[in-house]
């Protein structure tokens, strides 16, 4: 990786087995080891010469009732005492310890469930306050005896998944509900589409309410658990295959009212972006995305050929739950009207990370992508423009997997670069393969 000039201390914020014992001692943890072998580097999200956000999370056994987070926002060493006044100055309500300054590395931390822009997280993480909100009509509409909460997703700064095991005064049986906090009102706009896909789609979770004072979406409870590699390399019969196309044809096949859109232009947008961010990232392969940028954008489809539908626009694998039987499909927050597409071209990118990651050959993915391909065909009854989903798919590898490998500095993905790269130019060179309804897509 390049040096940043702007954040030298960045081999050391990355680095867990420096910053554990320094944030043991920061968070006065007693509990945990001295090692900090218990700390490990969560999220990341990086802006060469702007902002590094890193993401801390305990793994081991703790004493403390809530999940153990930290997130580090990497300063200039000499702006870092004038930024943490500028914070302070800004949240003059926080409690004792919420932020924090270290001087080497040079970052501002904030101890969970303090964080700098999600600021309502400590009330939603406040049993006696939940349990009065739970009680109200369009959530549980019930008194409530007890409530457990389990941290699912923390997102520094953007949104945290909190699931509540709630105990009704009327019922033996407890009861889950959900709730996503957010950093500024995207919450309500998701509220409005869930809202919209209530009725027409069987296969995703259900908005309850939208708090506008806490930024809180509530939603009810879809059983399962987050769809892998393994469960999908261990579908011999294609039944998981074939729900997952069924599942993705019916949300396109929805009708919703929503000013959110993604297009052609904000794909080749992403494109051309990632070369540059390379560049800063990782030099040494800057020019080789930059060959199969340019070669993709030089047959780029000319205009959008399907009709708008209803896309998920974030189709990864552990957004699709099964319990065996039923599938359902999660986190709406970026749902938009676009080219299906696109949105079918993302997940099969997905899948070829999530097989990539767990050391399966590209040949033996080719099969499960087919399938795919096929039950979304045929529950969508359209024949898909095959050529232009090879080029889609040629390009998702590289904007999606790429790019968010390169801005989420994530080492283990990173390593694989050259896979996707290869990957991308293998769908590139199909393109001009005729197209029809009997035809593979790879």
């Known amino acids: 990786m390049n040096q940043d000039p702007q954040f030298p201390q960045m081999p050391t914020a990355l680095n867990p087995t420096l910053m554990g014992p320094l944030l043991n001692w920061l968070l006065d943890d007693a509990d945990n080891p001295a090692s900090g072998c218990g700390w490990q580097i969560g999220e990341k999200r990086y802006k060469p010469g702007n902002s590094l956000l890193v993401g801390y999370r305990w793994v081991g056994q703790s004493g403390h009732p809530h999940t153990r987070f930290a997130t580090g926002r990497l300063c200039s060493p000499a702006e870092v005492n004038r930024e943490f006044e500028r914070e302070l100055a800004k949240r003059p ?93 995207a919450g309500r706009e998701t509220f409005a589409v869930m809202r919209q896909l209530n009725g027409p789609f069987s296969w995703g979770a259900k908005a309850l309410a939208f708090d506008a004072d806490t930024l809180t979406l509530w939603q ?54 990632t070369p540059t961010l390379a560049e800063q990232v990782r ?53 938009c009207l676009g080219d299906p597409l696109l949105d079918l071209a993302s997940l099969i990118a997905n899948i070829y990370l999530n097989g990539i990651r767990d050391a399966a050959s ?56 050259k896979r996707y790269l290869a990957l991308s130019d293998i769908y590139a060179a199909l393109c001009g393969l005729a197209t029809g309804a009997d035809d593979v897509l790879i």
Not at 125 to 130: E, I, K, S, T
Not at 227 to 243: F, H, I, P, S, Y
Not at 298 to 312: D, F, I, M, V
């Open 283 to 335: 030099p040494e392969w800057a020019g080789r995305i930059a060959r199969s940028v340019n070669s993709l954008l030089a047959q780029a489809p000319r205009q959008q050929s399907s009709a708008p539908a209803t896309l998920h626009h974030d189709l990864k694998l552990n957004n699709f739950l099964y319990d065996g039987q039923r599938l359902g499909l999660i986190d709406m927050d970026c749902v």
């Open 362 to 417: 590209i040949e033996s993915i080719h099969p499960l992508v087919n399938r795919l391909a096929l039950s979304y065909q045929r529950h969508r009854r359209q024949v898909l423009n095959l050529a232009e989903l090879r080029w889609q798919v040629a390009a998702a590898l590289i904007h999606e997997v790429v790019r968010r490998s390169l801005r989420q500095l994530d080492e283990t993905r990173l390593k694989q670069i």
């Open 93 to 185: 309500d926080l409690a004792k310890g919420a932020l924090m300054l270290i001087q080497h590395p040079a970052m501002l931390v904030w101890a969970f469930p303090y964080d700098r822009k999600l600021r309502h997280l400590p009330t939603l993480l406040d049993h006696a306050a939940v349990a009065v909100r739970l009680q109200a009509a369009d959530l549980l509409g019930t008194p409530v005896e007890g409530l457990h909460s389990e941290v699912l997703h923390y997102l520094a700064e953007r949104s945290c998944m909190i699931r509540y095991s709630v105990q009704p005064a009327e019922s033996t049986q407890p009861r889950l509900v959900y709730a996503k906090n957010y950093a500024d009102d």
């Open 220 to 273: 009810a409870h879809l059983p399962g658990q987050a769809l892998t590699w393994a469960a999908l390399r261990a579908d011999m019969d294609g039944t998981l295959a074939d729900k997952i196309g069924q599942c993705v044809a019916a949300l396109h096949a929805c009708r919703i009212d929503t000013p959110r859109r993604y297009t052609q232009s904000d794909v080749v947008q992403s494109l051309l972006a």
